[in-house]
């Protein structure tokens, strides 16, 4: 099947900074994609999506950029904060599918205080 | 009420054992989830249900079987399973509709086949 994966398995930012988590994708044909914050023990979170008629998408704090030209995705969190160290997660779904939804292999981000 | 619950959020299995994992939404959601997710890896799909009727098993070994009684509650029916399936089991239901939609996790089962 396609693949959904991440440049960075890991991110270490200061408190305060800016962080960007990438996320590049293959199938061409996907047309939903959505960001997931796991904290350790807990279910994925959501906290973002983006449907692929758009190319950027504000939330609090967070912005979503798909670049479907080369199949890019990124997650922007401004002003990290402790709370935001966890694992993130980009899938993708569409295609023809409008259930299955295809996970990266996850980014690790750890916020230092 | 905006949450998947999961029950029991731990157990522990032999591998003759029959067991069940339960999930429930009352957000009116028609679509539900079944995922396997092992350590540091992302969530795998496992079965889909759409208003009550399995839509997509991928693959899953006879050895789970899931239920949808109704279109609150979904089951995951588990029987001689292997060490290997040792993993967080986790569920999710979202809205069907003409696209994909933002699919909403419960917290999951911590499975240990001994």
């Known amino acids: 099947g396609e693949s959904v994966g991440l440049h960075l398995p890991t991110l270490s930012v200061q408190e305060g900074d800016n962080s960007i988590i990438n996320c590049a994708y293959s199938n061409s044909a996907s047309d939903y994609f959505i960001w997931y914050k796991q904290e350790s023990g807990k279910g994925p979170q959501f906290i973002i999506d983006?449907?692929?008629?758009?190319d950027k998408r504000q939330g609090q704090r967070v912005t979503v950029l798909l670049n479907k030209t080369v199949k890019h995705l990124s997650l922007q969190i401004a002003a990290t904060q402790p709370g935001d160290s966890a694992v993130y997660f980009c899938?993708?779904?569409?295609?023809?599918?409008?259930?299955?939804?295809?996970f990266g292999k996850g980014t690790l981000l750890t916020v230092n205080p | 009420d905006t949450e998947v619950t999961q029950t029991p959020k731990h157990l522990v299995m032999g591998m003759t054992n029959k067991k069940s994992l339960k999930c429930e939404q009352h957000m009116g959601h028609r679509a539900m989830y079944w995922y396997k997710q092992k350590a540091k890896k992302p969530p795998e799909l496992m079965f889909v249900?759409?208003?009550?009727?399995?839509?997509i098993n991928e693959s899953v070994p006879s050895r789970f079987s899931p239920e949808c009684p109704n279109s609150s509650l979904l089951n995951l029916h588990l029987h001689a399973l292997q060490p290997e399936d040792s993993a967080l089991y986790l569920c999710a239901s979202s809205l069907p509709g003409q696209g994909p939609n933002e699919q909403f996790f419960g917290p999951g089962t911590r499975l240990t086949v001994l």
């Open positions: 983006i449907r692929s008629n758009m």
């Open positions: 249900y759409s208003y009550e009727k399995l839509s």
């Open positions: 899938a993708e779904s569409g295609g023809g599918s409008n259930y299955k939804l295809t």
